[in-house]
């Protein structure tokens, strides 16, 4: 099957200076397609509508990758839940219609498993999407994240706009974000043992009770499998407009930690502090529609873990890191 994609493709990779958009831009280059148009936040807000029209019209993209997105943990999306939903509806609204209406010939809209119900069946298929009630914690990220799965495949419906979904797990890896609250859970216990490793703490409390399942992917899995669904996916009338993208393997927040501590070097205790949320019990992606197309993930987490602290740490001394 020829690439739906080619070489000669200018290519909008909206959100590059983040983890999930720089892993697609580096993907996209080491795949050979060197055509890339990226703009920071001070060059295009992509809040403002008119802004982005103008962007558009001036560099004339044919495909474009909206990886841009108001991310947080926990804390950060019970916090600032208006934020998380108006930042985020107004990013993808504007970036996607005005793909749309300007002739744009392919757009892959990336997600993130926090779409599906807090209780859904095990492993989650694509199917499980609005059959029950979102995680509380990050609802407002969900809602934000459903409504630009549904936009895309709207406007394939009604307009045979050719748009794509993709469904990250939990990510992790160059370019994340490390502050001490409004950070994912990963990039937090990097961060959090690493200090203590350094400093001797006897010991380390973690928010909940250890217990959730959660899965992790490598950030350059996911440029790949970007890239992979941008060359080789185009769903029928009748699929899926979406596809889940992760290792297809999950592990306890405990467990988690403990794999942290090694990898920092860090000997102390660990604790748990069960007044705080633990999230979703269990949230693992059913990864057989990707897998079945010829994608796997390939960084086990262990390789992946290890070299994310050497980076973390490298440019944590160059004063690089974004805390």
Known sequence: MPSLITPADRIFVAGHRGMAGSAICRALQRAGFPNLLT???AELDLEDGHAVQRWF?????????????????????????ADFLLENLKIQTHVIETAWRSGVRRLLFLGSSCIYPKFAEQPIREEALL??????????????????????????CQHGFDAISLMPTNLYGPGDNYHPTNSHVLPVLIRRFHEAAETNAP????????????????????????????????????????LNVGTGVDLSIRELAETVATATGYQGAIEWNSSKPDGTPKKQLDVSRLAALGWRARIPLAEGLASTVALFREELAQQLVRL
């Open 39 to 41: 703009a920071s936040h």
């Open 57 to 81: 019209a001036e560099h004339q993209p044919s495909v474009v990758v909206l990886a841009a997105a108001k991310v947080g943990g926990i804390q950060a999306n019970s916090s600032f839940p």
């Open 131 to 156: 059959t029950g009630a979102l995680e509380p914690t990050n609802e407002w990220y969900a809602i934000a994240k459903i409504t630009g799965i549904k936009l895309c495949a709207a406007l394939r």
């Open 203 to 242: 010991s380390v409390t973690c928010w909940g009770t250890g217990t959730p399942l959660r899965e992790f992917l490598h950030v350059d899995d996911l440029g790949e499998a970007c890239v992979f669904a941008l060359e080789q996916w185009q769903p029928g009338p009748e699929d899926q407009q979406f």
